[in-house]
């Protein structure tokens, strides 16, 4: 909720600038400076919220994960690039035309930028919440004990219900562990076709569909049922013992 306002003031700056250049109006270059200087400091207060998404929603390795590499390069090119202007201009003195090349060129990246970052929220739904019914609380656990004879313990054998999931970081690998109407599961969060986290996914009937084109697999052998995934995704072994959940990564 953060986003329209360095864009509403840095793109308004720029438009108002070439405005009052064109019109001669020198006493519109106040607005346009303090409209640059407010969008310079709201674009730092949004990068907060961009750059922890960037590191913990986006899945590595996916066509999001390049995508939120251009839309974070973008932004921070306007960033640098209007902070040029703001340095660059003494008062109210009539623009450079280097000035006005630049914030017209910051401008149209700026709505480039916007352009991908509408697409990672709408098509890769990075920081949307789309469990479904009865899905009950989505899980994610970073800190593991170390292997042990049975393999490794991922929680208590009644944390999940049928059809849940939990998303687990093993080391630099993303497992799902997921209770299907037959059992456990577990498989890699990764859907094999742009790399969607099948973990955001729905889990029904031992299948699990992509959120991102809608890819499904199946949980018990990993091969695809619908496409346009044409790659099966690695399953893994996980067995209930001693009322825990144990388990046992694939090669």
Known sequence: MLIPFPFAYLFGSACIDVAAYAADRRQWYPTA?????????????????GIIDYFLAVPPDSSASERATYHGAANL??????????????????????ELAMQAGA????????????????RNQIGVDHRYADAGKWREKTELPPSGSLGIDVGAADELAVNQMALLHINDRRVVLGRTEDGLVAFDDRC????????????????????????????????????????????????????????????
Request: hydrophobic share 45%.
């Open 33 to 49: 400076r303090h409209m640059r200087n407010i969008g310079i400091g709201a674009a730092l207060v949004s990068a907060i919220p």
């Open 77 to 98: 090119t306007v960033v640098a690039a209007m902070s040029a202007v703001a340095a660059s201009r003494r008062g109210d003195e009539r623009p450079r035309p280097w």
């Open 107 to 122: 401008a149209g990246l700026l709505a480039f930028a916007g352009y991908l970052g509408g697409t990672l929220v709408y």
């Open 192 to 251: 094999t076709h742009k790399g969607g986290p099948l973990s955001d996914g729905v889990l029904a009937c031992s299948t699990v569909q992509c959120p991102w084109h809608g890819s499904q697999f199946s949980v018990r052998t990993g091969n695809v049922e619908h496409g346009p995934a044409a790659d099966p995704i690695a399953v893994h072994s996980v067995v209930e013992s001693q009322g825990r959940i144990w388990l046992r990564l694939a090669d």
